[in-house]
């Protein structure tokens, strides 16, 4: 023992020793490139010696650096530091920063570093951050940010399944996942993809079954079950069965006495099919039909050794032996999710009025239960969705996902909950699943919001006090000096001043949906969308309403801006019940109604030349319309977008000339139309889910850049030549971006970002774009 221990401290400072002198390689300069091999390794020599840390592995390195290992290295140490704190942020956001050039890492780093120096249970340690001295094009220049829960993977679309693939031996396993479009993706444990996106359905994949050997079984709402497998590099698939006009609402497999492991699919219409898994060849099945449309299935093991299927019909869990079929458990109310646990004979059901229940099959010619209910905390219950085992503690145990976004632990056998409540997503969770990982596991889940997340799973982990996301509902900065922010979030506005950084509340107990900065009588005032569909104008220094509210909108107001006219500032707003109104703020007089969007009008946007002033309208209907703002009437034809849902729009205009119009759609494209035309001019795309912002910044020499945010960064292009300019990785996603030409400093733009971790307020350095 003592000489292995000899020999692991010799070979521990032998990668000290090492660290310790290549860390003097490294440049000083972070935008001179590190050689290669300090890229590579000099990480794994610092973990290995023991001086993982921030004087070791340099936020100049960590712009350059390429093993892609920092997030894993920093997990597997077991003692805590305080000089780490680069590296933490860097870890965060590693997965999406891995396919960024340096300057985007050293952006991300320099914004996410000044977040988290500023969260108080960072105080402590902020006096030790190293700052980046190179010039970058970002400075930040104040945050209200949380420590963000960074995602493991952003998607396009809804994630709507999700499974675990058991690859050949000596191979790590595979995340699959399957989205409300039909596309299935296969992802490395670090979330990056190893194939090319298959599309694989015509509706959602809604059911994956992982199968021994690399076997992949899907099922969706266009009524197929189809079988996916790799072979020799390539994703092949075959369809097993189709029912038209229906949907698979479970699918599972299950082994009759006496009889090899078959396939169950149920479908819409009651219908239950059977294949045996080797060639899919349809079997009899003595259970033809459910009753139910949304009827699940579940083959579990009896405690006398027996198999059973257990099924669903509404609130109702029966189980069926191939000749009889039982009453089992009845719940309060309809069954969303069924599991067989690792004891024999028990089952968990989920309800959707969020009680968890677990169930024990009594014997051959009983139909008790013995049953253990929990609710799950938290005012009003929110419905189950998923179920998934996992291990805690090495031992078995029950993950519940729930129609909050919230995801709780449970231990088995006893269902005892551990205390706590895991906010996961701010959408309903729609699929769960086990990674498996060298020291412990891991589980995936994920949301309506088109993030999958990885948690470890354990006490820390799961027993928080539930989470009040508290986000901003609102935001706006203010185009002149001084250059105010306005950030409206549990239900009052607070403003900023970025010169002086003096805060102050306004509109206090009042819950804000829009905000924009008019200029009124020479006076600029805060105007803000209520909650009671009206609109005031309020002096921010008074905090005291100048002139009338502005009522006519009979739905939330999701959009306000100020409207360039010839008479002087109006205003326009847009809601969600398909109008768009310009107001006269000084008299609370509605100018104009246009009502010829058919769903939400989610933004507008404005534009003012020597020649023409326009305002631009988009929303849940795809479309974008342009109107004249003095003439109050539509510029030209209704544009109809191919990009889903439109989330923003900015006014562009290239250096080359002309105008456009740049679209963030929810299909994950920026689009530049001619608002004249209605054609199509170019399409930015970044791989990074939705697009749910957009705003234009106008650069040195007749240059336009384009920001847009996505799930996990904000990303910059020239939005005349389409080049990418940089990546602000922020890990989370930003829900607005707001921008204004700062007037301390001619070269520069103030850009404000707010999303689910809170809001930030940088500055964009022109030159160095």
Known sequence: MAV???????????????????????????????????????????????????????????AWESSAQVRRLLAAQDTASDRRQWLRVWAALEPFALDTGPLSRLCSLQVAQHAATRLPSQSSVSAQAVPLSSPVPISPLWSDRVAPTPAWTASPTEVTSLATLCTPAGKAPVVVAGDDAGTLRLLRSDGRLTHIPLHLHSGAITHLVALQGGLLITAGTDGRVMAVKEEEGQLTHRLI???????????????????????????????????????????????????????????????????????????????????????????????????????????????????ITLCTLGSEDSVSVARHDAVLAGGRPAPVTCLQLVTFERQPALVSAAGDGTLRLWRLPTLQPVEGVLTAHTAPVSALTCLPGRNSDRLLSGGADRIVRSWAIDEATFGQEPKNWNRVTASAVSPSAPHRLAIARASRVILRDLETGAETTRL???????????????????????????????????????????????????????????????LASAGADGQVCVWQP????????????????????????????????????????????????????????????????????????????????????????????????????????????????????????????????????????????????????????????????????????????????????????
């Open 586 to 769: 000084s008299t609370g007089d509605r100018l104009a109604l246009f009502g010829d969007h058919d769903l939400t009008v989610r933004c507008l946007a404005t534009h003012q030349d020597t020649e023409r002033r326009l305002l631009a309208s988009g929303g849940s209907d795809g479309n974008i319309r342009i109107w004249n703002s003095d003439a109050l009437e539509q510029h030209a034809d209704t544009i109809k977008c191919d990009q889903g849902l439109i989330n923003d729009l900015a006014f562009v205009t290239p250096d080359d000339g002309g105008l456009l119009i740049a679209a963030a759609g929810r299909n994950g494209t920026l689009k530049l139309w001619d608002p004249d035309t209605g054609q199509s001019v170019r399409t930015l795309t970044c791989s990074d889910g939705e697009l749910s912002a957009v705003t234009s910044i106008r650069l040195p020499f007749g240059r336009t850049a384009l920001a847009a945010a996505g799930k996990t960064s904000i990303h910059l292009w020239d939005a005349t030549t389409a080049q990418p300019l940089l990546q602000i990785v922020t890990g989370s996603p930003i829900a607005s971006l707001k921008t204004v030409q700062s007037t301390g400093e001619a070269a520069s733009s103030i850009l404000l970002a707010s999303g689910e971790a809170g809001p930030m307020a940088v500055r964009l350095h022109h030159n160095l774009l």
């Open 241 to 355: 069965t189709h029912r038209e006009q229906t949907w698979v609402s479970s699918l599972t497999t299950h082994q009759p006495h006496g009889l090899p492991r078959l396939l169950l699919a149920a479908f819409s219409d009651g219908t239950v099919e059977a294949v045996d898994l080797g060639r899919f060849h349809p079997q009899p099945l003595s259970l033809q039909h459910l009753d139910d449309p949304s009827g699940l299935l579940c083959g579990i093991q009896t405690a006398e050794g027996g198999h059973r299927l257990l099924f669903t019909r509404r609130d109702t869990v029966y189980s069926h032996d191939g000749d009889t079929t039982k009453v089992r458990s009845l719940h309060s109310g309809r069954v969303r999710a069924l599991v067989a646990l690792p004891q024999p004979g028990q089952y968990a059901v989920g309800d959707e009025h969020g009680r």
């Open 4 to 62: 292995t221990e000899a020999s692991e401290a010799y070979q521990r400072d032998i990668h000290r020793q090492i660290a310790e002198r290549l860390k003097d390689l490294v440049p000083s300069d972070p935008t001179l490139p590190p050689h290669p091999y300090l890229r590579r390794h000099l990480a794994e020599h610092a973990a290995l010696g023991e001086v993982f840390d921030d004087d070791h592995v340099t936020p100049g390195l960590l």
């Open 508 to 570: 206090k107990g009042r819950r804000i949906t829009a905000l924009a900065w008019p200029q009124i009588s020479g006076r600029r005032l805060l105007a803000a969308a209520l909650d009671d569909f009206s609109i005031i104008c309020v002096d921010p220094d008074t905090n005291r309403q100048i002139g009338p509210s502005m009522v006519g909108h009979i739905l939330p107001i999701r959009a306000l801006v100020t409207v360039p006219s010839a008479t002087g500032e109006r």
